[in-house]
């Protein structure tokens, strides 16, 4: 079975520059979250995909863009690209379970996630 | 205020020690709870799941508290390879939809 799957790993890119990062999520799983994650901090949730629309959107700006396949698989872009957007981008899939009669998103799976370094 | 408060630490133990980590959460009517493990530059892996007041595997416990809004993850005869950072996740309601949010994390160091 195979997890949750990122790519590329590491990427060195200079300011101004666009990067499209990509995710196949774990098998069965229909629900990908996107995370970026600043050395020494939590990861900061960017957007979650379903159904191929985006669900949930966190405080970033529009720069940050993304997309969900029928196959469930997803990207993230990040355009006009600053020193700032240097972190580790971890992509997350996850089921929803009925938990009080609400449906929420059970456990997180991780990938490996995408070491974005901007010169 | 931030919706998920961790202690950075460090926290420093040697073998053996038992140890505690608290998380504060901002939003009452978040239901559902987790800790999360990360070790260093690699991705964050699910230690404990927590969907009423408390749960426990083995050497670790993670309990909740409602009224005061907090979980906390005890961690009993600490081993070396506990040393890691551990991440409160709380799953907070916003439009209609939930956002698994993060904590910055406590950084744990286990010594012999």
């Known amino acids: 079975d195979a997890g949750v799957t990122q790519s590329p790993t590491h990427l060195i890119k200079t300011r101004g520059q666009q990067v499209t990062l990509r995710c196949s999520p774990k098998?069965?799983?229909?629900?990908v979250s996107w995370y970026q994650q600043a050395l020494g901090q939590g990861p900061q949730f960017i957007f979650q995909?379903?159904?191929?629309?985006?669900?949930q959107r966190g405080n970033f700006p529009d720069r940050f863009s993304g997309h969900q396949f029928p196959n469930y698989s997803s990207e993230l872009n990040v355009n006009a690209l600053l020193l700032g957007d240097s972190a580790l981008y971890l992509c997350?899939?996850?089921?929803?379970?009925?938990?009080?009669?609400?449906?929420?998103?059970?456990?997180?799976?991780f990938g490996e996630g995408s070491r974005l370094t901007v010169l | 205020r931030k919706e998920v408060e961790q202690d950075p630490g460090p926290f420093n133990v040697p073998e053996g020690a038992t140890v505690a980590f608290n998380c504060t959460y901002s939003n009452s009517a978040s239901q559902s709870f987790f800790w999360y493990r990360q070790d260093c530059r690699k991705e964050p892996k699910l230690l404990m799941s927590v969907y009423s007041s408390g749960n426990e595997d083995g050497r670790f416990t993670a309990q909740l508290n409602r009224a005061s809004q907090y979980i906390s993850l005890l961690i009993r005869d600490s081993k070396l390879s506990d040393s890691a950072t551990y991440l409160c996740?709380?799953?907070?309601?916003?439009?209609?939809?939930?956002?698994?949010?993060f904590g910055r994390g406590t950084s744990l160091i286990v010594h012999p």
């Open positions: 997350a899939s996850s089921l929803d379970l009925l938990i009080r009669g609400d449906r929420e998103p059970g456990e997180l799976f």
């Open positions: 098998s069965g799983h229909d629900t």
């Open positions: 995909y379903y159904e191929e629309e985006e669900r």
């Open positions: 996740v709380v799953i907070v309601p916003s439009g209609g939809s939930y956002i698994p949010t």
